[in-house]
T-cell receptor, first 116, second 109 residues
Framework: EADIYQTPRYLVIGTGKKITLECSQT?????MYWYQQDPGMELHLIHY???????EKGDLSSESTVSRIRTEHFPLTLESARPSHTSQYLC???????????????FGPGTRLTVL | GQSLEQPSEVTAVEGAIVQINCTYQ??????LSWYQQHDGGAPTFLSY????GLEETGRFSSFLSRSDSYGYLLLQELQMKDSASYFC??????????FGTGTRLLVSP
């Protein structure tokens, strides 16, 4: 059973507010990822990290930022939320290439964000 | 650009066999994965093909042909609980995934 958590699960917020979506995993995985998924659509990678103090932008441009100060924690921040940010945000983690399951990503339950 | 194409929807009855195809065009390729996602749920890993051929895991099998940039997921002995969306995903490097458009599978009694 994968142990990856996201809070909050649902968030409704007004335009211009600053928000932070939390993601934590207890598996000691080096690699962590943030995806954005609209209803019925594919997942798009917006940020990823190979380890502490490592962050990279994904394939889909995003106004959000991330940080990786601790292995287990990978929060995503939006400085000024807009209606266009309304979506589901999924966090995932995976082992390094030397692990037994390097090709499997474990996903958290997601945060469904609505910006009014 | 990068693209992974899948049929948008497939319907089948309980006990049947269904195949979901995936064709891809990506800037890098290390392997093809399949994920299942129920409505409102998180994606869960089903299978991975790094080499050509068939991988079997219980009722699910996955196939890859790198020369054809093509793969498929085969689901046998369908059950109602298999109704979900299925995504293929290419590992493009450094364990990054590019996901396909997704196939919604509807299993009826």
């Amino acid at each position: 059973e994968a142990d990856i958590y996201q809070t909050p699960r649902y968030l409704v917020i007004g335009t211009g507010k600053k928000i932070t979506l939390e993601c934590s995993q207890t598996m000691g995985h080096d690699k962590m990822y943030w995806y954005q998924q609209d209803p019925g659509m594919e997942l798009h990678l917006i940020h990823y990290s190979y380890g502490v103090n490592s962050t990279e932008k994904g394939d889909l441009s995003s106004e959000s930022t991330v940080s990786r100060i601790r292995t287990e924690h990978f929060p995503l921040t939006l400085e000024s939320a807009r209606p266009s940010h309304t979506s589901q945000y999924l966090c995932a983690s995976s082992e390094g290439p030397s692990g037994p399951l390097p090709n499997e990503q474990f996903f958290g339950p997601g945060t469904r964000l609505t910006v009014l | 650009g990068q693209s992974l194409e899948q049929p948008s929807e497939v319907t089948a009855v309980e006990g049947a066999i269904v195949q979901i195809n995936c064709t891809y065009q990506t800037s890098g390729f290390y392997g093809l994965s399949w994920y299942q996602q129920h409505d409102g749920g998180a994606p869960t890993f089903l299978s991975y093909n790094g080499l050509d051929g068939l991988e079997e895991t219980g009722r699910f099998s996955s196939f890859l042909s790198r020369s054809d940039s093509y793969g498929y997921l085969l689901l046998q002995e369908l059950q109602m609980k298999d109704s979900a969306s299925y995504f293929c995903a290419v590992t493009t490097g450094f364990q990054k995934l590019v996901f396909g458009t997704g196939t919604r599978l509807l299993v009826s009694p």
